[in-house]
């Protein structure tokens, strides 16, 4: 990486699902390392950090969508693209609907696109980005989550296309797949009681959910200037769950 490269690295991260579990953290960790914070979510945080702007928009309804993208367009040092926002849809291969598919491809692929291709200019006219897609263990297989599980792969797949298109342009790529994390979404799809979540919490190896501070963790290495060597990879946040997995 040149020293100008560096040079530019301060600017805004823009983060989408930000307002509470692994977005809310990572706002708080990038914020930190001296970055403005842009928040894109449905309902706002309970307490903005400093200087921190927030765009309500449901990525799902097509209207507000498009104008938190025109506001992204505007948004002049975009450093780093935090795709965060994520639905899971609970179903066996036998019950799961199109439509539940169709929702968890627009929200958790084709958000991201939309949120990356809002910036990517500015990103290329800079000549530095940071894109981090949060996407799961449950891209590995996990069951229940035949819609939450493709969505995710997706998400690895394009990351790593991304990672090859935008190299030339300073631009990295990168993807962090958390396994159980103690977030409201979690304990949605893993009620405390169940005998499944009993089985999940004894084959994590470390012995215990994830934090969402640990995740942001990860998603600040990838978004450190440092990190421009390092493009489309994937880590897995996961207490140790996918070793020993055939990852393909």
């Not at 960790?29 to 894109?40: F, N």
């Not at 002049?76 to 899971?88: E, F, G, Q, R």
């Not at 990351?159 to 990168?174: D, F, I, K, Y």
């Not at 919490?201 to 470390?206: D, E, L, R, Y």
């Amino acid at each position: 990486m040149t020293s100008a490269r560096l040079s530019a690295a301060p600017g805004t991260a823009i983060i989408t699902g930000a307002s509470h579990g692994i977005g809310r953290a990572t706002a708080t960790r990038l914020a930190a390392d001296g970055l403005k914070i842009v928040t894109l979510d449905r309902v706002a945080p309970e307490r903005l950090l400093p200087g921190e702007r927030f765009i309500q928009a449901d990525l799902l309804d097509a209207g507000p969508r498009d104008a938190a993208l025109d506001i992204l367009r505007q948004i002049p040092d975009p450093a780093v693209l935090v795709n965060n926002v994520a639905i899971v849809k609970l179903a066996p291969v036998d019950t799961l609907s199109l439509a539940d598919l169709q929702v968890s491809v627009d929200l958790n692929v084709a958000a991201a696109l939309l949120c990356a291709q809002a910036v990517l200019p500015a990103m290329k006219q800079r000549g530095y980005g940071r894109i981090v897609n949060i996407s799961s263990r449950s891209a590995l297989g996990k069951e229940l989550r035949s819609a939450y599980a493709a969505s995710k792969a997706a998400l690895i797949g394009m990351t790593r296309t991304w990672a090859l298109e935008l190299a030339p342009h300073g631009v990295t790529a990168n993807c962090i797949g958390p396994g159980p994390v103690a977030t409201e979404m979690f304990r949605a799809a893993n009620p405390e009681d169940s005998p499944r979540t009993r089985k999940i919490m004894q084959s994590i190896p470390v012995g215990r959910l994830g934090l969402p501070e640990e995740i942001a963790h990860a998603v600040a290495f990838f978004a450190h200037p440092m990190a421009g060597f390092i493009t489309g990879q994937v880590i897995y946040a996961c207490g140790g769950l996918t070793v020993g997995l055939n990852h393909g």
